[in-house]
């Protein structure tokens, strides 16, 4: 069952800006992996940004320098600011907290983030042209 609540999903246009939160009530932020996966129109599931404790952010390649993780312990929440947005960007973004993976090529991230000990289930990011 999700128990990590995400907000600010919606439609923007490209060069635009979003910012997604993640919710987490009752989990001590400064002690649990977390992280962002999208799932794309294509079926691709990628784990787009994660931090853990005490580290720094990791971001994949096709979000570096355009999207900013962070989190507020003292809210229980983890955003993802999401900058200079592009059309492939559009997809589902789930957060999940646990210890995360790199999720195999074919994967459907609604599966993959099933397997944390917490999860949420997905806001949608459109971006148009």
């Known amino acids: 069952e999700a128990d990590l609540v995400e907000g600010g999903g919606g439609s923007v246009q490209a060069g635009g800006s979003l910012r997604l939160s993640c919710t987490a009530s009752?989990?001590?932020?400064?002690?649990?992996?977390m992280g962002w996966y999208r799932h794309s129109p294509d079926q691709k599931c990628e784990l787009v940004s994660s931090?853990?404790?005490?580290?720094?952010?990791y971001y994949a390649d096709s979000v570096k320098g355009r999207f900013l993780l962070s989190k507020d312990h003292a809210k229980s929440t983890m955003f993802l600011e999401m900058n200079n947005l592009r059309r492939e960007d559009t997809g589902v973004y789930f957060c999940?907290?646990?210890?995360?993976?790199?999720?195999?090529?074919?994967?459907?991230?609604?599966?993959?983030?099933?397997?944390?000990?917490?999860w949420g289930q997905g806001t949608q990011i459109y971006v148009s042209s």
């Open positions: 009752g989990i001590d932020l400064g002690n649990v992996d």
């Open positions: 931090i853990s404790p005490g580290g720094s952010p």
């Open positions: 999940a907290m646990d210890d995360l993976i790199v999720p195999p090529a074919g994967s459907d991230c609604l599966v993959v983030v099933r397997f944390f000990q917490h």
